[in-house]
């Protein structure tokens, strides 16, 4: 793989690289013929993001056709790349990428005024597939607003804050904290937004859903559009379906996936006051999801085959994969080990416990019927034991 | 001045006698160098040197000439003692060090001595403040031998873009490499660290390369935990000098100029890395 990246969208590359960091601790490289992908996943695998950046963004974008590489790397190594966000405005004139598969080296090579040269040569590693399988275009519910409004609206909430909850209904959306397990109400500070549908420059909301979400991994998509200037756009649906938010133009498309909670009855609201008990939510009754068109799938073979291939090369308008109940099987592989332990999750873990259960956990049918099951949506395959990372 | 009509009667104990109009002009340049406690402090009628060490395989020096003191009195060829440069530092900036412009604290640095403590008078707004540091025993600063005429590799760089190489340097590599060559790649500074990697790469047509003269491809480590401080003296100065000599010594040299515009210089020396590896 060899690309150039000149001017302007060094800089956006980098931003992407700083926000993918606030997701996971690697990024994971996969140059495909329609464009170079960078993703990143968080540990319990509740959160997802990837940029994908066409041809068009580069210079120069030439790719060993027919190569199926991927790899991973720390995605630390990569941000000490594109450190200072300023100097790189100033004095970076083009940035080549190249990939040295003899030495597994993935070369930056920052080309810079006053004849001042930068090479970093980053070790990588082979890494398995990394593709969430959702299809935010079936979404029932349609956001579009301008960065700016959404970054103002999670301003009021404290950089600690791990949930937030997003209801919609036909006029408004309302953004509030989610307060789970608190022993006492009074002890618990509320804070509630609403939105009008005017205030964002597209709005669909065709289901009354509410959703709840972590906050935190949402913060680095809106560093990223609101330097940008690209309006974001929010794809919600059904409580346990996740959240999508993406950023697009014409040469690049950013997509975050985060999960939610499963649906809690008792957070539905149709009024817009706040300060309600909050029940703690059911137990998780995982076959009661409909988890068709959102699993995240983790293809563990590190070299994939024919039949393992990961799904055909994206569009250009993201990872959106239709509806098939056959495509998603060849992907859909779940820890067995993971999955059963979040069964026995208390309703006292830690949220992020829980966003990690519905992913895997919904479609772990109980151990019985796994060899009896016929191929459905829910196709389970039990897997050898993965190397984390 | 208040400070000088109080010891006008006692300068003739004193065998060094230093005032300033504004201690930054001091205080600012030892800063570039305290990276140690401890400083030599070595006079004579040229001005002042400031020598500090690290595992004697660093030394910096930081060198105030005679004429940036409104007044410089020395009464032997030689006065030097060791000193606190940390203490030191804190009793200059005494007052707080504020940038207000148009206010600065005024020094007279008073030593009568071996075995005196180093008086300081300092003044601002009228308040005067009188601190004794004790003195020590100096060390005899290493020689390390560095002259002009073993010197194989040189160049003069603006210190605005090294500084940014040094910036963004890879601080999980043990060593900074650096290669000076009149061949490609000419100048070039080198990490290795954990995620892999890094060269910067300074062209000789570079505008920012002032003076290039390399005689021959030499490639040298140093450690970095040992290069690290020179940092300070390059965020403070606005050209660099790099010079290596046929035994793979290090000189840096940095131009400084102070509040008032006048030149001082810092130099660090530094000794290669046990082994070194031809590239």
Known sequence: ?389 | MPLSTQSQGDDEQYVLVANLDNARNLSNILKAITFKDHAIFTATTNGLKVTVEDSKCLQANAFIQAEIFQEFTIREDLVAFQINLTVLLDCLNIFGGTTTPGVSTALRMCYKGYGYPLTLFLEEGGVVTVCKINTQEPEEPIDFEFCSTNVTNKVILQSESLKEAFSELDMTSEVLQITMSPSQPYFRLSTFGNAGNAHYDYSKDSDMMELFKCTETQTNRYKMSLLKPSTKALALSCKVSVRTDNRGFLSLQYLVRNDDGQICFVEYYCCPDEEVEEN
């Open chain 1, 1 to 389: 793989m060899h690309c150039i990246v000149t001017g302007g969208n060094v800089k956006v590359l980098a931003k992407a690289v700083h926000s993918l960091s606030r997701i996971g601790d690697e990024l994971y490289v996969e140059p495909q013929e329609d464009g170079l992908a960078l993703r990143s996943v968080n540990s319990s695998r509740s959160a997802y993001a990837c940029f994908l950046f066409a041809p068009l963004f580069f210079s120069r974008y030439s790719i060993t056709s027919g190569d199926n590489f991927r790899c991973k790397m720390a995605i630390k190594s990569v941000q000490s790349v594109f450190r200072s966000l300023t100097t790189l405005e100033k004095t970076v004139e083009k940035c080549h990428i190249d990939l040295d598969k003899q030495k597994d080296r993935l070369t930056f090579t920052l080309h810079c005024k006053h004849g001042l040269l930068k090479t970093h040569n980053l070790s990588f590693q082979d890494s398995e597939s990394l593709q969430a399988v959702f299809d935010k275009d079936s979404y029932a519910n349609v956001f579009r607003a301008q960065p700016r409004l959404l970054v103002d609206t999670v301003v009021h909430f404290p950089p600690s804050l791990d949930e937030v909850t997003m209801s919609v209904s036909d006029e408004r959306m309302w953004v509030r904290n989610h307060v789970e397990d608190e022993p006492e109400a009074s002890k618990a500070m509320l804070t509630e937004l609403c939105l009008a549908s005017d205030e964002f420059d597209h709005f669909a909301a065709q289901a009354h859903n509410s959703v709840t979400f972590c906050l935190k991994e949402l913060r680095g998509l809106l560093v990223f559009a609101e330097s940008t200037g690209l309006p974001v756009s929010m794809y919600l649906d059904e409580p346990g379906s996740p959240v999508v938010l993406s950023v697009t133009d014409s040469v690049l498309e950013g997509n975050f996936v985060l999960a939610t909670l499963s649906d809690d009855p008792s957070l539905r609201k149709n009024s817009s006051k706040g300060a309600h008990t909050a029940a703690p939510p059911p137990p998780d009754d995982f076959m009661n999801d409909d988890m068709d068109s959102y699993l995240i799938a983790m293809d563990t073979s590190i070299a994939p085959g024919p039949s393992n291939t990961g799904p055909p090369p994206p569009s250009l308008s993201g990872d959106t994969r239709s509806k098939r109940p056959a495509a998603v099987s060849h992907k859909a592989r779940i820890l067995i080990e993971e999955a059963e332990e979040e069964e026995t999750d208390d309703l006292d873990r830690l949220p992020n416990k829980k966003f990690r259960s519905l992913f895997f956990g919904s479609v772990l049918p109980p151990s019985s019927q796994l060899s009896t099951q016929p191929m459905t949506s829910q196709e389970v395959l039990a897997s050898d034991s993965e190397e984390e990372n």
